[in-house]
């Protein structure tokens, strides 16, 4: 199942110098402000050929760099605007297209919004989108590996490297998710700009959910290659008996169970803007608009998709169990787990992404489990029916019987770059460090001077024996 790919905003262009005025005696920061100018036009530049080019083409990793360059001169701007170095002859305005939020014809609105922070944030969530689709297009090149019968062990673990490393891009991308919500949007309030006329995309609510869907893809992507050997053994003859190289039941399904519970939080907490934020006036069009409804479905499908994964494996542990009563369990654990794949078959799994590559992508996976729960179910049904002879459970009986999930990823914290100038950039601490150095040679020539001109005297000074 791959990951969710983000429709990327676009920016308006903006130039530092209308509103930034250097305060400093020898103008020290004036040509940064030109470069921090030009590295945004850049960013904007970046987004507008992204927009353009084909999903297959957009190269996510060159906007990644891009952020990069640009982040440490808004932060610069932002550090001498604290200090004083900096004045702003009047509150920035930028413009940003919103990519989260539902509209009737499906269009991304231009919206306006005011403060050093409120790029600061669109910027960071950009980055974050960039990240998870970088994940995306990484994983969507490696295809079905796990069951090439033809792949050679190094050519696997080749590819197992790579789906480990969009498994990194997507807990990066939780950790920036994370950072936005709990501080840039809350030092943006503390700024005196509350969270009236800002659209769903820039809330703390779904940010915090963002953060929890990205932490879910990633785990979703540690599964598959935690499964990547024993799939490649199972090719020939899926279904019981395992492989040997199959890894713990149990932690494959906590393992999922985790990710419900990652997902089904993330859609709560996405759907609340809608509910908690009243209708009121606003400059934005777009400040009363809820989450797109691809982004809902997507992780309603999801955790419903990994519901029934639990479901399976829960069964495949019961059946593999030398445990006699546990015949009866494993049927009724593939029976609720087979109901729900039919269910997302038939709801047409993969409407979320909007594209016809990723849906037909997604429903043939759930084809493909379908398919294997099937085999197990076969086999646990047939030994119950003429070996074992146990009941079988109903449903709300195996609901008790659910354990806790447990993640197999953690999100990377993310940490600010430092400034590019101005108060905590490498060059200002190196000059305040050289101020320092001065200031303490020029004390010490003082005391020397001062010491020989005004000779100490003492008892027998002069005499000497």
């Not at 409804?293 to 499908?301: G, H, Q, S, T």
């Amino acid at each position: 199942m791959s990951t969710y790919l983000y429709e990327l905003p676009t920016t308006g262009a903006i130039s530092f110098g209308d509103f930034c005025v250097d305060t400093t005696a020898s103008n020290a920061y004036t040509s940064h402000i030109a470069e921090a100018t030009q590295a945004r036009a850049n960013l904007r530049g970046a987004l507008k050929v992204t927009k353009r080019t084909d999903t297959d083409e957009k190269d996510y990793l060159r906007l990644i760099k891009v952020l990069d360059d640009y982040l440490p001169y808004l932060h610069g701007i932002m550090a001498c605007v604290a200090s004083g170095d900096i004045r702003l002859k009047s509150e920035p305005q930028f413009s940003w297209r919103t990519t989260l939020s539902a509209h009737l014809f499906h269009t991304s609105p231009r919206i306006a919004l005011v403060s050093l922070h409120a790029d600061l944030a669109s910027s960071l969530l950009t980055y974050a989108f960039a990240l998870s689709n970088f994940a995306c297009v990484t994983v969507a090149s490696l295809g079905s590996y796990e069951y090439d019968r033809a792949i050679s062990e190094i050519e696997r673990k080749a590819k197992d490297e790579k789906l480990n490393f969009a498994v990194t891009m997507l807990c990066r991308a939780s950790g920036i998710f994370t950072y936005v919500s709990e501080k840039v949007l809350l030092d943006w309030d503390k700024a005196g700009e509350g969270a009236s006329g800002r659209p769903p995309d820039l809330s703390k609510e779904v940010n915090v959910a963002l953060a929890k869907m990205a932490l879910a893809d990633a785990q979703t992507l540690a599964i598959r290659k935690f499964l990547s050997k024993s799939a490649y053994d199972s090719v020939v003859s899926p279904g019981p008996p395992l492989p040997k190289s199959h890894p713990s039941i149990p932690l494959i399904f906590k393992f999922h169970l985790e990710c419900v519970s990652l997902y089904s939080s993330a859609r709560t907490l996405a759907m609340t803007p809608r509910s908690a934020r009243p209708l009121s006036p606003s400059s934005n069009p777009d400040s009363n608009a809820e989450v797109c409804v691809e982004l809902r479905r997507y992780l309603a499908d999801t955790s419903t998709f990994h519901a029934a994964l639990a479901h399976k494996w829960l069964g495949v542990n019961a059946g593999e169990s030398a445990v006699q009563e546990k015949g009866g369990e494993a049927v009724a654990w593939l029976l609720w787990a087979k109901k729900e794949l039919e269910d997302i078959k038939d709801g047409g799994l993969g409407i979320a992404v909007g594209r016809d590559r990723e849906k037909r992508g997604r429903k043939g996976r759930v084809a493909d489990e379908l398919d294997s729960v099937g085999v197990f179910l076969k086999h646990y049904k047939k030994i119950n029916d003429s070996l074992t002879f146990q009941p079988v459970p109903k449903q709300q009986d195996l609901q008790a019987r659910i354990p806790t999930g447990i993640l197999a990823v953690h999100p990377k914290p993310y940490t600010p770059p430092s400034p590019a100038f101005g108060p905590g950039s490498v060059e200002y601490a190196r000059l305040q460090t050289e101020a320092l150095t001065l200031e303490a040679d020029d004390s010490s020539g003082d005391e020397a001077v001062t010491s020989s001109a005004n000779p100490r005297t003492y008892a027998g000074a002069g005499s000497y024996f």
